[in-house]
């Protein structure tokens, strides 16, 4: 018999560059409803964290989201901002906030650079 050959681990890099890629299309097409926008934002960013960290975001509010987030160890420059754009789109959805273009963009810098953080923190 052949001796099985060790395997090397590698990750996945889809699920860190596929999230990068959605943010990229996002930004170059951004839909004209920002709520839509939004929605589509925190999609982005809680799929990763589904299939990257296995947290399970979909279903939980911004608050529970933010308590589960805090197992990842973030530093307090990525975690608040984080935070606060989860907040904003909270805002946007549910209490008809009309945010400012340099907002959307900021919110969506904020989750690239977080799904970064979060990768490197691995």
Known sequence: RKKKEEGVFMPDEGIYKDPLKRLDKLKQHP????????????????????????????????????????????????????????????????????????DNEKALETIRQSIIAIEKGQ
């Open 31 to 102: 839909p004209a409803d920002v709520k839509q926008y939004y929605t589509e934002l925190v999609i982005i960013f809680r799929d990763y964290l589904y299939k990257r960290k296995g947290i399970q975001s979909h279903a939980k509010t911004t608050d529970d989201l933010s308590r589960q987030m805090k197992s990842l160890k973030l530093d307090d420059a990525t975690y608040r901002p984080l935070v606060q754009t989860l907040q904003l789109s909270d805002l946007v959805k549910f209490a008809k906030f009309e945010p400012i273009k340099s």
